[in-house]
């Protein structure tokens, strides 16, 4: 009887791919888990219970297989585990990397729940998909027939290209227009290369585009081309353009030289990773080497830039989050990774203003937690005559984002939004009440996970695929 390649996790352990030690790891922007050996992913694989109810696979936004591809890595048939991966994923690699994995796949693993820890699972899905680059599995999109149908894809964030993807297998004629000079979005210019290697999403774009995906970009809507022309160009149109609109920090002294948005400090980093010559990091303004850095927020743009700040060469980095670590919204392994490499949190404190012009200091009010609000998480309360100053050469807002008003930016007062200001779309499709024209990932959820916006990208790709089927079927008649 052939032995049993699964069910190992009485025997054995839960392990990790190795991780850089903090001191090395800081000096550099590079990736600070290194891969698995193939025996090691195998065994590790191998440790899943194969559940008849997968609570993984139900956890996951993209419902991906997961107990499949494990037990074909277990059993060395990885090629079919990269293919049951992509199958649900557009992007597992990048999944495999920056996925929050311990609040969904594996901090819903049933034997976890028993005491065995749970299985590695973002870090094996890396792992699968890696080996099919290396090994030549990942090829272009080759559809099997072309269709004359074209739709227009704004936003070549994650969204944009899942959906790009997904339309372009069935033969589509996609453009993608972005406003930047590379596609990818905050996959690109957002999260830092200790967490995404820029040649992961690079190659990518590149795959994309051999499949016959066409990339318009430095090409912003409403200033280079207007989307009413889009919508005479093209028989549909996704609107992907994430939030991008930081939010504000008010207070005395909030508009003081040195007090800058995450979004401005992490694109700059990244724009230095592909050897761009970027003037406000020449300048100081968005360089933190030598500076006393503190960082508000308490979310996962929070975490990207203290870790950053302290490649850059900070004297010291601090983050100021107004709840306390079991409230904070970040990912708890990010905030371990950060710690590990000497960044300093400072709970339950908020700031109510600036000291210095340039800054010197942030003026910090300490805080308690109250009474659970409608979220039912615990209400920051201040505490009276608790005020101190905190010093900083240089302040980054992490406060999170929002929309931008697209129906003024673009002429589209009819582009109906939200209270929030987020494009009103169902969820299940992305469609919008204009004909043709459909919402996908964050500027319809807000802020939210690189995996719900693959998911919605996808989805709306089906739904306008029905569409054009639909419409086919009608003129066939």
Request: charged share 25%; aromatic share 6%; proline share 4%.
């Amino acid at each position: 009887m052939a032995k049993q390649p699964m069910l190992k996790f009485v025997t054995v352990n839960r392990d990790m791919p190795q991780k850089r030690d903090a001191d090395t790891r800081k000096q550099d922007f590079d990736e600070i888990y290194a891969e698995f050996a193939a025996a090691k992913a195998a065994e590790q694989a191998s440790r899943c219970s194969q559940c008849g109810v997968p609570y993984c696979q139900s956890h996951c936004p993209l419902h991906n297989n997961i107990p499949d591809w494990l037990n074909m890595t277990a059993t060395g048939r990885l090629e079919e585990a990269y293919a049951i991966s992509q199958a649900t994923n557009t992007f597992p690699e990048i999944c495999g990397r920056i996925c929050p994995q311990d609040r969904l796949c594996e901090g819903n693993c049933v034997i976890e729940q028993s005491g065995h820890e749970t299985v590695t699972i973002g870090a094996v899905e890396k792992y699968i998909t890696d080996t099919a680059w290396e090994k030549g599995w990942v090829q272009p999109v080759v559809p099997a027939q072309e269709r004359p149908e074209s739709v227009a894809i704004i936003g070549a964030g994650p969204g944009g290209l899942a959906a790009a993807d997904r339309l372009r297998r069935a033969g589509v004629q996609v453009t993608v227009y972005d406003r930047h000079d590379r596609a990818g979005g905050l996959l690109t210019y957002g999260i830092p290369g200790f967490k995404l290697e820029k040649d992961v999403v690079m190659r990518r774009n590149k795959q994309l585009e051999k499949g016959g995906v066409k990339f318009e970009l430095n090409c912003e809507i409403g200033k280079d081309i207007s989307f009413a022309d889009l919508r005479e160009k093209h028989d549909a149109i996704v609107i992907a353009t994430g939030v991008y609109k930081s939010r504000d920090l008010g207070g005395p002294g909030a508009g003081a030289k040195g007090i800058v948005k995450a979004i401005d400090y992490l694109t700059a980093s990244n724009r230095l990773s592909f050897g761009d010559t970027v003037a406000e990091f020449e300048s100081g303004e968005l360089n933190a080497a030598g500076k006393k850095v503190v960082v508000i927020g308490g979310g996962d743009t929070a975490m990207d830039c203290v870790r950053t700040a302290i490649r850059q060469g900070a004297t010291s980095v601090k983050c100021l989050y107004r709840r306390d670590r079991a409230n904070m919204p970040g990912s708890q392994r990010e905030t371990n990774n950060a710690e590990e490499e000497g960044v300093e949190f400072v709970w339950l404190s908020a700031p109510k203003g600036f000291t210095g012009d340039p800054v010197t200091g942030v003026m910090v009010q300490k805080m308690r937690l109250g009474q659970p609000d409608a979220s039912g998480r615990q209400s920051p309360e201040v505490i009276e005559g608790a005020d101190y100053v905190e010093e900083a050469d240089l302040v980054i807002k992490a406060l999170g984002f929002e929309p931008e008003d697209l129906p003024a930016l673009w002429d589209q007062p009819e582009l109906e939004v939200t209270r929030w200001g987020t494009v009103k779309a169902q969820f299940t499709t992305g469609a919008t009440d204009m004909d043709g024209v459909y919402a996908v990932g964050d500027i319809v959820r807000g802020a939210s996970l690189v995996v719900w916006a693959i998911k919605d990208g996808r989805d709306c790709a089906d739904a306008i695929l029905g569409r054009f089927n639909a419409a086919k079927a009608v003129a066939a008649e």
